[in-house]
């Protein structure tokens, strides 16, 4: 899968940026600021979702205009060609178009599988589940198109169950269909989680990779979930009392956590050090896309944002050596042109610049050799 045209019209920085590329790793550099991570930012929104920075529509839109933004994208996928378009006007919601027909955003989880890494990732094993949810459900998403509406069926029940519980109604009626409608998504949420953990896992133990494998695991607290549709009901209709006085849905999907073990060491991943972390991501994503790639045909696409400014130069060197072998459209920004000169001939390179405002890029032909002056 890969992008072959992407534009981006009044989107952040970008006044009207064009990419034409073609399926191999693309490799943004410019100094900070200069726009990079915003094109990976726009790309993100092929997918369903509010993209990486998990923005609200309007605030992609470029200042000081402000009148709105729009991304298209060619995205091949075997031999399939899809034309995506996404945008936002100031007078509307966010709409999507494929083929030049309206769709939902969720559709597009069916014709664009993403995934991606960012600086702010680095402390996902230390900081709060919440996280680490958000990334296992995008993992998810990219093996089970249909998690983006399980996900979004279930958040949808129970935030008008949530506002049931903070008017403390104690009636029972009001909670019946809410409940049945959370505890069908629920079961589905977590058997999907589940099945995607076992194929990453798979796919890191079948593989010599330079990057450390993780063991990856729901928290021991989802193995007290109900299993069955009728028990989950049960147990929503059981815990209202306590939930009414928290005010909040205390069981569920919405509560789980994924769990790692640096396997060379044998640890938790919360005690392994921050490169050990680092370099267990980039295990875990290169294990998303080689399973997937056994199970369609193909990779994902991959978004990189500064992931090689923290590898040293050997690890640098295995992770574009796993990208090229997979054949893999990686998207990988940083502010050093250096930084990507192991990647040689088989990448695209692309100076991205700021002047007043407005990002601009600018494709280059470096051989090795002048990468590296």
Same mark, same amino acid.
Request: net charge positive; proline share 3%.
């Given at each position: ?11 952040? %920085? ?19 600021? $200069? ?12 997918? *369903? ?59 597009? $989880? ?19 589940? @919440? ?47 809410? @409940? ?26 079948? %593989? ?24 989950? &009901?049960? %147990? ?16 569920? *999907? ?9 396997? =060379?060491?044998?640890? =938790? ?31 994902? &696409? ?44 088989? $990448? ?7 002047? %007043? ?17």
């Amino acid at each position: 899968m890969h992008i072959s045209q992407l534009t981006l019209s009044h989107f952040r %920085s970008h006044k009207f940026t064009q990419v034409p590329v073609g399926n191999g790793p693309i490799a943004l550099f410019g100094s900070n600021g $200069a726009g990079k991570t915003n094109i990976l930012e726009g790309i993100s929104l092929l997918s *369903p979702g509010k993209g990486l920075r998990r923005a609200n529509a309007a605030d992609l839109s470029k200042s000081p205009e402000n009148i709105g933004w729009k991304l298209n994208a060619e995205v091949v996928s075997g031999t399939n060609s899809n034309l995506i378009e996404t945008s936002w006007k100031t007078t509307s919601s966010r709409t999507v178009k494929i083929n030049d027909k309206l769709a939902r955003q969720n559709d597009l $989880a069916k014709l664009v599988r993403v995934v991606w890494l960012l600086p702010s990732m680095d402390r996902l094993w230390i900081e709060g589940a @919440e996280g680490r949810r958000k990334f296992l459900d995008r993992l998810t998403l990219s093996f089970f198109p249909k998690h983006a509406d399980c996900v979004l069926n279930y958040e949808k029940a129970m935030r008008e169950r949530n506002r049931l519980l903070k008017e403390k109604m104690t009636d029972g009626v009001w909670y019946k269909a809410l @409940e049945s409608q959370m505890a069908k998504n629920g079961l589905l949420i977590q058997l999907n989680r589940k099945a995607a953990l076992k194929k990453i896992c798979a796919s890191q133990n079948s %593989s010599t990779t330079m990057f450390p494998a993780a063991a990856l695991s729901l928290s021991h607290t989802d193995s007290d979930m109900p299993t069955d549709e009728g028990e989950f &009901i049960l %147990s929503l209709s059981e815990s209202r009392h306590l939930d009414i006085l928290a005010g909040r849905t205390l069981i569920g *999907p919405h509560r789980s956590d994924m769990e790692a073990i640096y396997i =060379p060491k044998g640890i =938790p991943a919360k005690d392994s050090s921050t490169g050990e972390q680092k370099a267990m991501l980039i295990s875990i994503i290169l294990a998303n896309a080689r399973a997937l790639k056994l199970e369609l045909g193909y990779p994902p &696409i991959m978004l990189l944002d500064e992931v090689s400014a923290h590898l040293d130069a050997d690890r640098r060197s295995a992770l574009y050596a796993e990208i090229n072998a997979l054949k893999v459209q990686a998207w990988m920004t940083g502010t050093d042109k250096n930084l990507f000169s192991e990647l040689g001939k088989a $990448a695209q390179y692309f100076s991205v610049s700021e002047t %007043s405002g407005v990002s601009g890029i600018t494709e280059k032909d470096f051989s090795i050799d002048s990468i590296r002056s």
